[in-house]
């Protein structure tokens, strides 16, 4: 729900495998999962062959296998199957191929490079934390993210105190991004890490840290401590001083609201001040595994701007599960402004079921916002929609910027399916760009010719 830095996304898009990897390897240990809304157990990678046959019917070590055999792993159908193979692939691996490896990767499609190049560094920062993160930090545009998250997560799992140590001396070296950016996420992974196997000494540490990192690591503590025993992590929290208990209390929330809201709730009904902060992270944190219930349970909240943002993030949630019964609620019992933050997405998931209720809705809304985003959604999220329809549609928006940003992706979309009728549409449009123009020209005239092209647009911008 909330923004996420880079490391976050990272091991959450691979379902925790790093710290998986880590935790399990070829020696056993710790098969906890480091992701945040839950715990499970784990098979141990050990516990799988570690090697495949050969056609000549003997057998070889996946970390002997060529770039081929790699590139093999990686086409097999399915993503679980995939990410095991590479987990034994990678645990075979010995210290002086981890190098080597990333070369293999070159060449590879994105998705599935990340994966891989991810769960490489992790495996390697089990072996040689410093050494996979010195090579992470010599990677290039967008590997650099996905190796420096492996790289830590790694780190973490296996020694989170060896890299609470480093990172102490020099926080801005462990961030994610430029300029040491992220490296508040570092800290709440080495925190939630070490909470597993000492959770006194983690407090410790994360209230050695300043500021925002600090509170970062303490919400990893108790995010971590709150899946295994939310009243413990409570008893815990209960030493804190007033602000850091309160970024304790939210962790906790966030945890606990998934794995047992009515008792979650129960616990918030009892604080005192800062009980709203409280429910809020409750609430958020329900809304991604029960928005219907989420959106209930706004009713207790304080009305404001704070809950104007939750209530859209909730209906996009929901939207993704049901979209009619977000539209209704969103329109229904929503605020203008929570309407004007989230009907973009809600409009964008309905109008593929029911693009007739969404023209009903836009055609009954005064010029604004919520217009605005209600038809943006409409162009993003109805693909199927006659374009020639569409554009003239996208036209009505009122904001120059997103204008010409919709009517441009409908043009794109446009010219792949009747590239005359786009030229055509081009010669007067008003709301396309010169360069935008060119390129949508130059575009259908290859379709035209014959030629195939793919679709340049994905999805709408931001978040409405």
């Known amino acids: 729900m909330k923004p996420s830095a880079l490391i976050t996304v990272a091991a959450l898009l691979v379902g925790g ?51 081929g055999g790699l590139r093999e792993i990686l086409a097999e159908p399915g993503q679980t199957s995939r990410i095991m193979s590479l987990l034994e692939y990678y645990a075979d691996l010995d210290p002086d191929q981890f190098d080597s490896e990333i070369q293999k990767l070159q060449g590879l499609p994105m998705s599935q490079r990340m994966l891989a190049m991810n769960l490489l560094f992790s495996r390697w920062a089990e072996t040689d934390a410093k050494g996979s993160w010195e090579r992470s930090r010599q990677m290039g545009f967008p590997e650099m993210f996905m190796a420096r998250a492996g790289a830590v997560s790694g780190w973490a799992a296996s020694n989170p105190e060896s890299l609470a140590r480093e990172y102490s001396d020099d926080p801005n070296e462990f961030g994610m991004g430029p300029g040491g950016r992220g490296k508040g996420d570092t800290a709440a992974m080495i925190a939630g890490e070490w909470a597993k196997q000492n959770p006194e000494a983690a407090l410790k540490w994360a209230r050695s840290l300043d500021g925002r990192e600090g509170a970062d690591a303490i919400a990893g503590i108790f995010n971590e401590l709150s899946q295994q025993d939310p009243r413990e992590a409570l008893r815990m929290a ?50 991604n595994v029960s928005p219907s219930q989420a959106a209930r349970e706004t009713t207790k909240l304080p009305a404001g701007e704070e809950r104007d943002e939750l209530v859209a993030e ?31 997405r809600v409009v964008g998931a309905l109008s593929r079921e029911d693009p007739e209720r969404v023209l009903d809705y836009i055609d009954a809304q005064a010029a604004g916002e919520v217009r605005d985003n209600a038809v943006q959604g409409y162009v993003y999220g109805n693909r199927e929609a006659p374009p020639a329809e569409t554009i003239r549609l996208a036209e009505t928006i009122s904001g120059e910027e997103d204008r010409q940003r919709a ?42 010719a014959g030629e195939e092209v ?11």
Not at 407 to 414: G, I, K
Not at 424 to 436: K, M, P, T, V
């Open 238 to 287: 209960a030493t804190l001083g007033d602000d850091e208990r309160g970024d304790a209390y939210e962790s906790i929330a966030e945890a606990w609201a998934i794995s047992d809201y009515a008792a979650a709730d129960q616990w918030i009904n009892s604080l005192g001040e800062g009980k709203e902060k409280v429910r809020f992270a409750a609430i958020e944190s329900l809304a």
């Open 407 to 448: 009517v441009t992706r409908v043009a794109y979309e446009w010219a792949r399916q009747d590239p005359q009728a786009t030229l055509r549409y081009l010669e007067n449009a008003e709301a396309i760009g010169e360069e935008s123009r060119q390129r949508i020209s130059e575009m259908a005239e290859r379709v035209a």
């Open 454 to 464: 793919e679709r340049p647009f994905r999805g709408p911008p931001g978040r409405r």
């Open 17 to 67: 495998v790093g710290g998986y990897l880590v935790g399990s390897g070829k020696d056993g240990g710790n098969q906890e999962d480091s992701a945040k809304v839950e715990s499970r157990p784990k098979k141990a990678v050990s516990g799988r062959s570690s090697s495949v046959t050969t056609s000549a019917g003997g057998s070889t070590g996946r970390g002997a296998r060529t770039s």
């Open 314 to 344: 909730v209906s996009r949630e929901w939207a993704r599960q049901d979209a009619p019964a977000a539209f209704d609620w969103l329109t229904e019992s929503g605020s203008e402004s929570a309407v004007e933050e989230g009907i973009g």
